[in-house]
C-alpha cells in the first residue's frame, strides 16, 4: 500500500485546510486510516482516524470539534478538514493506514502498517 498525503500549506489562525491521502496498491486490505502530526522538537501525535468500511472516527482531544475525517471510498481517499486552526497546529501531518481489523488502538503509531511522506501544515498567529 502506498500513500500519498497532500494539502498543506501556510495559513492564518481561524483558516481552514483540508489534507487528502490518496491510498494506492492493495488498497483492499486498508483496514482503517490515521492522521498523525509532528511539531518541530515534539513527538508525532495521534490527530483522528476512520475505519475504512464502517466509517467509525476517533480524535484527539485538542482536535475534536475542530477537525473532521471522511473517506471516498471509490477514490481510495481520506480527508482530514481542519477549521479554525490555531498556531499550534502547525506540524507535519502524516496518513497511515492499518491492515489489521483486529489491533484497535487507533490512537496508536505501532497500529499502523504504511505511512505516507508527510506534509506541512504552517499556522500563523
Known amino acids: 500500500v502506498q500513500l500519498q498525503a497532500s494539502g498543506g500549506g501556510l495559513v492564518q489562525a481561524g483558516d481552514s485546510l483540508r489534507l487528502s491521502c490518496a491510498a494506492s496498491g492493495r488498497t483492499l486490505r486498508v483496514y482503517a486510516m490515521g492522521w498523525f502530526r509532528q511539531a518541530p522538537g515534539k513527538e508525532r501525535e495521534f490527530v483522528a482516524a476512520?475505519?475504512?468500511?464502517?466509517?467509525?472516527?476517533y480524535y484527539a482531544d485538542s482536535v475534536k470539534g475542530r477537525f473532521t475525517i471522511s473517506r471516498d471510498n471509490a477514490k481510495n481517499t481520506v480527508y482530514l478538514q481542519m477549521n479554525s486552526l490555531k498556531p499550534e497546529d502547525t506540524a507535519v501531518y502524516y496518513c497511515a493506514a492499518d491492515l489489521n481489523p483486529l489491533r484497535g488502538s487507533r490512537w496508536l503509531e505501532r497500529s499502523y502498517d504504511y505511512w505516507g511522506q508527510g506534509t506541512l501544515v504552517t499556522v500563523s498567529s
Open positions: 476512520i475505519t475504512w468500511s464502517g466509517g467509525s472516527t
